[in-house]
Structure formats: C-alpha cells, structure tokens
Nanobody, 129 residues
Framework: QVQVVESGGGEVQEGGSLRLSCTAS????????MGWFRQVPGKGREGISC????????YYGDSVKGRFTISRDNSKNTLYLQMRDLKPEDSAMYYCVTGDCAYYGSYYSADQAVLFPYWGQGTQVTVSS
C-alpha cells in the first residue's frame, strides 16, 4: 500500500522560513518526478514546484520563483521544499505529489489524475502578517 506523508508545515511570521519534507512507503520516489501543489479554500490546487527523478531539472511557478527551493534525496526517499521570505498569500495546504514536471504550470484538474497518481494528505502552512 502506497503512503505519501508530508511534514514541516506550521505557522510562521511574514518573511520567515519553513522546510517541508515528504516521504513515502510502498513507493520508490526515485522512480518519479516529484513536486508540490498547494490549495487554499475555495480555489483549485496550484502546482508550484517540481523536480525530475534525478534532480536534473526543476520547475517553479511565478508565485514562488526565487523564494522556494525544491530538492530531493533519493537515498532517503525524501522530497523537500525550502520556503523563504514567506508571505501571507503563501498560506495554503501543501501537497506532495508524484508526477512528471512536464505537466506542471497550471491548476490541477480531475482529468490529470493519471499524470499525478500519488498524493499525500497535505501539511498546512500559515503565514501571518
């Protein structure tokens, strides 16, 4: 049984930093591109960052470019998202997802389920001003 688990969320002041982590059981993360989506209530899931299976390429959405850094340690089966200079608009539920980076760049839709097969339950990030 596949289980994807995010951790590291929490509440932070504007301008602060957080590092999210994602691990998986029943799944070898190095077989997949990996990334992060985020969602606020009432809006769709936004793909904000992705990293290829070998860390050779990355993607960042405009809203996080220059502030967030994605990385992975395949020896630990773990994905990371270092978030700096956090803003209140970064407040959201953050999800760790498997999927090729070529499919990032838009909001998730149900017809993309086969492209993003495994999701974690999410970790909440709240940035206060």
């Amino acid at each position: 049984q596949v289980q994807v688990v995010e951790s590291g969320g929490g509440e932070v002041q504007e301008g602060g930093s957080l590092r999210l982590s994602c691990t998986a059981s029943g799944l070898v993360l190095s077989d997949y591109g990996m990334g992060w989506f985020r969602q606020v209530p009432g809006k769709g899931r936004e793909g904000i960052s992705c990293i290829s299976w070998d860390a050779g390429s990355t993607y960042y959405g405009d809203s996080v470019k220059g502030r967030f850094t994605i990385s992975r340690d395949n020896s630990k089966n773990t994905l990371y998202l270092q978030m700096r200079d956090l803003k209140p608009e970064d407040s959201a539920m953050y999800y760790c997802v498997t999927g090729d980076c070529a499919y990032y760049g838009s909001y998730y839709s149900a017809d993309q389920a086969v492209l993003f097969p495994y999701w974690g339950q999410g970790t909440q990030v709240t940035v206060s001003s």
